[in-house]
């Protein structure tokens, strides 16, 4: 067996003068939206991969399951472990989403994680790793590339023939089959119907083939948002799993944490605007000072005082996953801050670790004072409308000590 490549335990460097603070109250309201709008019979399952979209998985996992989840969805084996040794005691079901390599499978199997597998080369470093640890069958979940072409195994031959493998092996058992859609976040969209039919077909050959998967889930917190609309609606996923009596799962990631994508098209939203977000991400300011009309600030003079003002200096830039694209010279308004509950501005370039805002209508400001970077007031949409990108991205990329608070 090939040399473990990653660490059993985490560690990352992260900023001591920024963090994040985490609201179990929110989180916890979140996850139970979610859950009364998937309805009786589906269960909702909680994603925490990429350390909870930068929220902290140690710290959310516990909340998770206290507001009623079953399973947590990670990235690979080593959050698994992270996520497991978070939860102590309790040995709730955890997915691990992204694909399996080899030297993974020991501690996948040691740990009782559920692999996420559409390879026959899984199923056997799998089985292989359940014959040295001596622990029993190993549970996996099998994923049906439906149309998204980037996980999964697609329905026919080369489905038919991994199950006719599968069923003569004792060392793994087909605890699940799920899919992933490429266009949740869209109402009405072919692409979707399209892998509902070939998932549908992919079901059809495992129950011919003679497998009885205790679980099959399918769609994302878009899928929830977008739950009245007929290709979304979880009446089909309902369906498909009580036609194999098993019980129905969608995961979501993104809507736990207080944000969803925008329904294109004619759609009415089902939970988007009930979620709350979870993130609150805090620095303090480290510097003061005022400056005359006609003085420039920051990286190549972009910006340039057209009056008296009052700058604050914050200890926070690109490299803790401020995004650069919130710079604000005077050409175009860029981003801001929020200080002492009012905006203040980002002037001149974010730069590495340090940005400067305008506090000059706002009173009183001090070294120490608090600065929000995210939440009330400047949201994970805004930083992402700012920087042309996804609300995913921006809470993804920050890089900040994580606290749990009421």
Same mark, same amino acid.
């Given at each position: 067996?090939?040399?473990?490549?990653?660490?059993?335990?985490?560690?990352?460097?992260?900023? *001591?003068?920024?963090?994040?603070?985490?609201?179990?109250?929110?989180?916890?309201?979140?996850?139970?939206?979610?859950?009364?709008?998937?309805?009786?019979?589906?269960?909702?399952?909680?994603?925490?991969?990429?350390?909870?979209?930068?929220?902290?998985?140690?710290?959310? #996992?516990?909340?998770?399951?206290?507001?009623?989840?079953?399973?947590?969805?990670?990235?690979?084996?080593?959050?698994?472990?992270?996520?497991?040794?978070?939860?102590?005691?309790?040995?709730?079901?955890?997915?691990?989403?992204?694909?399996?390599?080899?030297?993974?499978?020991?501690?996948? %199997?040691?740990?009782?994680?559920?692999?996420?597998?559409? !390879?026959?080369?899984?199923?056997?470093?799998?089985?292989?790793?359940?014959?040295?640890?001596?622990?029993?069958?190993?549970? %996996?979940?099998?994923?049906?590339?439906?149309?998204?072409?980037?996980?999964?195994?697609?329905?026919?031959?080369?489905?038919?023939?991994?199950?006719?493998?599968?069923?003569?092996?004792?060392?793994?058992? =087909?605890?699940?089959?799920?899919?992933?859609?490429?266009?949740?976040?869209?109402?009405?969209? #072919?692409?979707? =119907?399209?892998?509902?039919?070939?998932?549908?077909?992919?079901?059809?050959?495992?129950?011919?083939?003679?497998?009885?998967?205790?679980? &099959?889930?399918?769609?994302?917190?878009? !899928?929830?948002?977008?739950?009245?609309?007929?290709?979304?609606? =979880? @009446?089909?996923?309902?369906?498909?799993?009580?036609?194999?009596?098993?019980?129905?799962?969608?995961?979501? @990631?993104?809507?736990?944490?207080?944000?969803?994508?925008?329904?294109?098209?004619?759609?009415?939203?089902?939970?988007?605007?009930?979620?709350?977000?979870?993130?609150?991400?805090? !620095?303090?300011?480290?510097?003061?000072?005022? *400056?005359?009309?006609?003085?420039?600030?920051?990286?190549?003079?972009?910006?340039?005082?057209?009056?008296?003002?009052?700058?604050?200096?914050?200890?926070?830039?690109?490299?803790?996953?401020?995004?650069?694209?919130?710079?604000?010279?005077?050409?175009?308004?860029?981003?801001?801050?929020? *200080?002492?509950?009012?905006?203040?501005?980002?002037?001149?370039?974010?730069?590495?670790?340090?940005?400067? &805002?305008?506090?000059?209508?706002?009173?009183? %400001?001090? %070294?120490?004072?608090?600065?929000?970077?995210?939440?009330?007031?400047?949201?994970?949409?805004?930083? #992402?409308?700012?920087?042309? !990108?996804?609300?995913?991205?921006?809470?993804?990329?920050?890089? #900040?000590?994580?606290?749990?608070?009421?």
């Amino acid at each position: 067996m090939a040399a473990a490549r990653y660490p059993l335990t985490a560690f990352r460097i992260v900023s *001591v003068k920024s963090w994040v603070e985490v609201s179990e109250r929110r989180l916890t309201a979140n996850y139970r939206l979610l859950a009364e709008t998937a309805g009786a019979g589906v269960s909702v399952l909680g994603v925490v991969k990429a350390d909870a979209y930068g929220h902290g998985a140690e710290i959310c #996992a516990p909340v998770l399951t206290r507001a009623g989840a079953e399973w947590l969805g990670v990235t690979d084996a080593a959050e698994g472990l992270a996520v497991r040794k978070a939860m102590g005691a309790n040995q709730l079901r955890v997915l691990v989403m992204s694909g399996l390599l080899e030297d993974e499978a020991d501690d996948v %199997v040691r740990h009782s994680l559920t692999p996420v597998v559409w !390879t026959r080369q899984h199923m056997e470093w799998l089985s292989e790793a359940a014959e040295r640890c001596g622990t029993g069958p190993v549970a %996996v979940h099998l994923e049906i590339d439906s149309g998204m072409a980037r996980q999964g195994i697609a329905a026919g031959d080369e489905l038919r023939e991994l199950l006719e493998w599968l069923r003569g092996q004792k060392e793994i058992v =087909l605890d699940g089959v799920m899919t992933h859609f490429a266009s949740a976040e869209v109402a009405g969209a #072919a692409q979707t =119907l399209e892998q509902q039919s070939r998932f549908e077909e992919a079901m059809w050959l495992i129950e011919d083939t003679g497998f009885r998967p205790a679980w &099959v889930h399918a769609g994302n917190s878009s !899928t929830l948002d977008n739950n009245g609309d007929a290709t979304q609606s =979880l @009446g089909w996923l309902r369906t498909i799993a009580a036609g194999c009596s098993a019980r129905a799962m969608v995961r979501s @990631g993104l809507g736990l944490y207080g944000y969803c994508l925008p329904i294109e098209g004619e759609a009415v939203a089902h939970v988007r605007n009930g979620l709350v977000p979870v993130m609150t991400w805090k !620095t303090r300011v480290i510097g003061v000072r005022d *400056v005359c009309a006609g003085e420039t600030v920051g990286y190549n003079a972009t910006f340039t005082a057209q009056r008296p003002m009052r700058l604050a200096l914050l200890p926070v830039g690109y490299a803790d996953g401020l995004r650069r694209e919130l710079s604000g010279p005077n050409a175009v308004p860029g981003g801001w801050m929020m *200080v002492h509950g009012q905006r203040a501005p980002i002037v001149g370039r974010v730069s590495m670790n340090l940005t400067v &805002v305008d506090v000059s209508g706002i009173a009183d %400001v001090a %070294v120490g004072d608090e600065a929000i970077v995210l939440g009330d007031g400047i949201t994970a949409d805004d930083h #992402a409308l700012l920087a042309r !990108t996804i609300a995913y991205e921006i809470v993804c990329g920050v890089r #900040a000590e994580s606290r749990l608070v009421p």
